[in-house]
Every structure is written in structure tokens, then in C-alpha cells.
């Protein structure tokens, strides 16, 4: 009788514990999200990372990069999904510069994006998987490229914060204003009535077209002093020097 008294109450102990330890999905992503930002917070300034100190201090991008393989989505609502797949790709990405730094360039490694397998929310992926399957083709949001990060200087400048299913929609267009405002980033000449570009718009020409009928008007729809529509477009060469501190 005592014995399988005994018996019962570790039954129900186990039952207990195992209830607790697994935690709700939704609450998985919010521990997520705020994991992300502290971390992006504490690395990331002005888009550029700080990988040497990262490679000194591992934990923090090895645990986020764990939990990118381990969170699940089945109950993500609403930005959710969007929010995580953004963050999933920036520390991916993060993650695989620090195994292989110091490296001058993403592109010193074959298969950095397309090549190598990443465990994403329990599906095995690439970055370039990630990035279409899971971003740019369910969402159709140019604005998308500007808030993934390439490691690399010709990239729009990574963000220092987590983008969040709250805030996501402001958090997106205010990437795109920083980048579409910077001179360095989008080069515009009223000498010579041209503007000089990334090859995010050329390489993802149609997204943007798609999305406001032509490039010029994607832009100045967050340009603070818009481009005449007469200025000639040029794209410059992509700078995929590391862009690290």
C-alpha cells in the first residue's frame, strides 16, 4: 500500500515538473525576443559588430543560436513568425562570423549563405532558405533586406535592438528611412542629376517594383528631401568587407 502510495506521489511530482519545464510557446518567443536585444544592444553599435569581444565571450550568441534551432512557432500569431524569422537570420548570421573569425569577408567562406544548414525553429535551412522561404516570399516585404544583416559593409546597417511583434511595422520603416537618408548609403548627385545605389535594389529589382511600381518611388516614399524622377539610377559595387568594430 505504501509503495504504490510512493509510487503515485513521484508520478504526480514528474507530471508537475514536466508541466512546468515546458513552456508555452508564446512565451518562449517573448523570452526570445528580449534575449536578442539585450544581446544586440550590448554588441552592436552604429551597424557595426563587435565580434572579437563576442569570440572572447561566446555564451550569450552560442545560447541565442541554440534557442533559434529550439523555439517553436506553432502557436505564433499575428508578427510573431516575421519578428523571429528576422532576428533567427541576424544571429545566424553573428553566430557563423564568430566560429570563423577573424575572416576580412562572409564571401572568404564557401557556402556562408548558401551552403551551410542551420537549425531553425526545428527545420534544417540555409540563410539563403531562410531568408526567401521564410521572408521574402510568404511576407513580400522589400523592406525585409534592410533589417537582415549580411556581415558585411555594404549591408544596411544592423539595428542594436531585437525587432519585436509590437513594434515591427515602425521598427521596419525606420530601417529603411536610415538607410534610404544616408548619404554614404544612397548616393545622390543634383550636379549630375543622377543617384548612385545599392545592389539590394538591383539584385531584388522586382520586390520593389512590386511593391510601389518602380525603385525611385519605394525610395522617396521615405526620403526626407525627395529624388526627381528625371535623375538617372546607377548602382555602386557591394562592399563585403566584414563589418565588424
Known sequence: MFENFKNLVFLLLFLIIAQVSVANPSQNLSVFFSEVDDFMKKWVKEGKVNYAAIKKNPEGINSLYEKVGKTSLSEAKGEEGKAFYINAYNIIVIHQVVQLYPIQSPMNQNGFFTGNKHLVAGEK???????FKKLVIPFND???????????KGCPNLASFAYTPDKLLGQLDERVKKAVNDSDFTKVSTKNEKVELSKIFSWYKKEFEESDGDILTFIN???????????ELGFYEYNWELNSK
Do not use: D
Open 142 to 152: 522589400p523592406r525585409i533586406h534592410f533589417s537582415i544583416a549580411c556581415a558585411a
Open 125 to 131: 535551412l540555409t540563410l539563403n532558405q531562410l531568408e
Open 221 to 231: 516614399e521615405y526620403r526626407s528631401v525627395k529624388i526627381p524622377e528625371s535623375f
